[in-house]
Every structure is written in structure tokens, then in C-alpha cells.
């Protein structure tokens, strides 16, 4: 059972609140520095006691009443503000392009060891086809497999059993570029 003069005592926190909430009725912007803090303060002190008068069963109409001033601090405390077309074009403008610039050395080193990798594989394939088979699908016995043997493998245009139709299509439109066709 909640005492009355634990009650007494909460009361003028909580009318402090309200006050708080219904000045600030328009936005946050009402408030000064200090009574934003106030305003979260009393918005966690009376989450606490919501919790302690819910304890209570003799106590629904003020479990109500603080409910519905938190939820109300809540939208206050928590309102998102609408996204503008002005800051999304701010961000294109502006802020994008400055990051961008920051980060241009970062940038620029991923791409040029994503190009050289890029280059030396496909150097490697286009002197090893078999190169690629070999380090994609390892045989299980130790065998690895020949240019020789890819190329008569895939001569009749019939790729492989774990390609697909797509890649098989891909695959012979490859053949036909590598084989001058």
C-alpha cells in the first residue's frame, strides 16, 4: 500500500511536469537549457514511481494519470522531426561530397587493389584456364586438371554438370570470344 505521505511528497514533482509538458506543447524549444534537464529528470523520477504506484491495486486512477503524463513527455522527449527536401539536398551537396573528399586516399586504395587483383586473375586464367578450376573445385584424388583437359572438356560446348543453364550460356559465349568464333 502506497502511503499518503509518499504521495504528498511525489505530487509536486509531477504537477512540475505537466507544467513543463503543456509549455512545451509546441515543441521543445520553449523550454531553456536547465528545464529540458528538469524535464528529463522528472520524466525518469516519474517512471519510477509509475512503476511503484502499478504495485498497487488501490491506486489505478493515479497509475492512469501518471501513464498518460509520461506518454505525453514521451512524444515530447522522443519527436522525431520530419525529414526536409532541403536536407536531403543539403547532404548531396554538401556533406556527401566533403566525405567524399576525406576519404578519397581510402577510396582510391581499395579500387586499385581490387583492380590488381582483378588484372593478375585474369592473367593468370587467360595463360592457365585450368588455373581457375583448380582453385575454384580442387578434384579430391590430387589430380588437377590440364588447359589440355578443360579445353577438351568443354570443346563440344557443353559445360560442366554444376553450371547452370545461365552460366552454361555464359560460359560458351567465353569459349566462342577465347576461340575466335
Request: hydrophobic share 40%; charged share 20%; net charge positive.
Amino acid at each position: 500500500m502506497i502511503s499518503n505521505r509518499w504521495l504528498e511528497k511525489r505530487k509536486p514533482y509531477w504537477a512540475r511536469l505537466e507544467e513543463l509538458v503543456q509549455r512545451s506543447s509546441r515543441g521543445v524549444a520553449a523550454l531553456s537549457h536547465g528545464e529540458l534537464q528538469e524535464l528529463g529528470l522528472l520524466y525518469r523520477q516519474t517512471a519510477s514511481d509509475l512503476a511503484a504506484v502499478r504495485e498497487d491495486a488501490t491506486t489505478r486512477q493515479l497509475a492512469s494519470y501518471l501513464n498518460q503524463l509520461l506518454g505525453r513527455c514521451h512524444n515530447l522527449i522522443y519527436l522525431g522531426h520530419k525529414p526536409k527536401v532541403s536536407g536531403i539536398v543539403r547532404f548531396y551537396r554538401d556533406t556527401y561530397p566533403h566525405v567524399f573528399r576525406q576519404t578519397l586516399p581510402q577510396t582510391l586504395l581499395a579500387l586499385g587493389i581490387f583492380a590488381a587483383t582483378g588484372i593478375v586473375a585474369l592473367v593468370v586464367t587467360w595463360h592457365d584456364p585450368a588455373f581457375a578450376y583448380r582453385l575454384l573445385w580442387p578434384t579430391d584424388d590430387g589430380d588437377d586438371r590440364t588447359a589440355q583437359d578443360v579445353d577438351g572438356i568443354h570443346s563440344d560446348g557443353e559445360a560442366a554438370g554444376f553450371l547452370g543453364h545461365h552460366d552454361q550460356q555464359s560460359f560458351r559465349g567465353l569459349q566462342r570470344v577465347r576461340n575466335g568464333n
